[in-house]
């Protein structure tokens, strides 16, 4: 049987890993460990917050592994998954399809939805556990004329506890991530290698031939007939690019911008985070307690159960590019007047809470979904490889949407994962 490696285990190279093995004989390399989730303490992480020990959201992996905090130009910081599962496990469940600009490329991924949508669990009716206020703010919201709408979310969220980890990793089995795909992949035979790290891709004549891959202090070469490239929207340039092919400085990564006020008793921080959400142009509004910004941000002073968030999501302009491991991006012009009539938009709401605007404070600027730098184009449409790349070398994440999605990208990043994995499987 031929061989591929599928480098990265989150939502794109677990769906390829799924898919392949049986055709191929696959090995799953994951930078990080064995996913695990955040085992501590909330209230005494908390009591931390004094003692000057939270300087830097970075010191957040001394705690958690799994949780990786990159420095983006401006004060912006991005979150993303190192481990089993990538930074599904990290996600707060949201399915949504976002492929509006494929669409307009020429790509229908019409079956691979209808494939998934028998695959992977997804449920909206979790109202009956909102909290009071929550159930207000979308009551505001469409008494707004906004089009507030449950957030559809992937799991078994019937009998969510609301304990609001989700982004910590969810410890009662409730959320879907991207680990049940490695799980399939490995019953059927597929070997993933955690704490693996991919340096780079050896290639000649426009074929493949191995990964340069880091265990420790030990460096190895695997050998692959084909090599599917999923290390993330940072990661998969790195490799690339550390592989003599350059990507586009064409990077997206959905701003995060958090609005809050302190509100008593409202304990958002105990609550199924996003569980609505309003589409507007270019941004979605949805209630979010903003565990980084709650750690590391001394603006956020309040007590965790008094204080109320609503996150704007940004889709912003696909300019930036990751270069040497570091990632150079900043808010255009056009980026920021949009993301300023989303804080007035937030405003309004809050004033109709009854939250007057001189109470409100912000969380740290963010982002959790890096992409864009390997767009794909109408030219690919069909072959789903850029020519960039050797024959035998694809790129199945989140660096192939052509533009910002702005909203959650899982469901449709898996979606065009399945596609490759049958181009490939169709040309072994
Ligand atoms: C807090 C948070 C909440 C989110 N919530 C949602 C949500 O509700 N719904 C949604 O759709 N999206 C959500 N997202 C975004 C979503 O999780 C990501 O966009 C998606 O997982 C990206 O998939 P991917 O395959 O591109 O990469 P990832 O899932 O990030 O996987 C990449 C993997 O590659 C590994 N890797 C990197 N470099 C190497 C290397 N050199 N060698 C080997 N392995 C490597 C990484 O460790 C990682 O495990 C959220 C993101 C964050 C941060
Ligand atoms: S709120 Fe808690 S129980 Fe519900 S999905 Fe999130 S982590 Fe799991």
Not at 350 to 364: E, I, N, P, Q, Y
Request: hydrophobic residues 40%; aromatic residues 6%.
């Amino acid at each position: 049987m031929n061989s591929a490696v599928v480098i990265g285990s989150g939502a794109g190279g677990a769906m390829c890993a799924r898919e392949l093995q049986g055709k191929f004989q696959v090995t799953v390399l994951e930078a990080g460990r064995e996913f695990r989730p955040f085992g501590f303490n909330l209230g005494l992480v908390a009591k931390l917050r004094g003692t000057g020990l939270l300087f830097d959201a970075r010191t957040i992996e001394w705690i958690f592994p799994a949780m990786r905090i990159h420095k983006a130009g401006a004060g912006m910081i991005l979150a993303s998954g190192h481990g089993s599962g990538g930074t599904t496990t990290l996600s707060t469940g949201n399915a949504m399809r976002q492929d509006g600009a494929l669409r307009k490329l020429g790509i229908n991924l019409d079956e691979e939805f209808a494939e998934l949508s028998r695959e992977i669990p997804v449920f909206s009716g979790h109202q009956k556990i909102w909290r009071p206020l929550t159930a207000s703010f979308f009551a505001i919201c469409r008494e707004m004329g906004l089009d507030a709408q449950a957030m559809p979310k992937m799991g078994n969220h019937s009998h969510c506890r609301s304990c609001g980890r989700c982004v910590l990793g969810c410890p009662h089995g409730i959320k879907w991530d991207s680990r049940q795909l490695l799980a399939q992949a490995q019953k059927n035979g597929a070997r993933l290698l955690t704490s693996h790290r991919a340096e780079r891709i050896i290639h000649d004549q426009g074929r493949a031939r191995a990964v340069l891959v880091r265990h420790g202090p030990r460096k190895k070469l695997l050998a692959a007939d084909l090599v599917i490239l999923a290390a993330g929207g940072l990661g998969t340039p790195r490799i690339l690019q550390d592989s003599g092919i350059a990507c586009d400085d064409s990077l997206f990564v959905d701003p995060v911008l958090c609005v809050a006020a302190e509100m008593e008793h409202c304990r958002q921080d105990r609550e199924l985070p996003m569980p609505f959400a309003v589409q507007m142009n270019g941004y979605i509004i949805s209630p979010y307690f903003d565990h980084l910004s709650f750690f590391f941000n001394r603006e956020w002073r309040h007590q965790a159960g008094n204080i109320y968030s609503l996150m704007i999501k940004l889709a912003d302009e696909n300019r930036g590019g990751v270069s040497g491991g570091r990632v150079q991006k900043t808010l255009t012009a056009a980026d920021r007047e949009r993301l300023e009539g989303a804080v007035d938009t937030c405003a309004e709401i809050f004033r109709r809470a009854g939250v007057d605007k001189s109470r409100l404070f912000f969380g740290t600027l963010n982002a959790g979904h890096p992409g864009g730098m390997l767009p794909l184009t109408a030219a690919q449409a069909k072959t789903f490889h850029d020519p960039r790349l050797p024959e035998n070398l694809f790129v199945a994440d989140a660096s192939l949407f052509p533009t910002s999605p702005g909203n959650p990208p899982i469901l449709t990043i898996m979606a065009m994962a399945k596609r490759v994995a049958r181009i490939c499987r169709q040309a072994g």
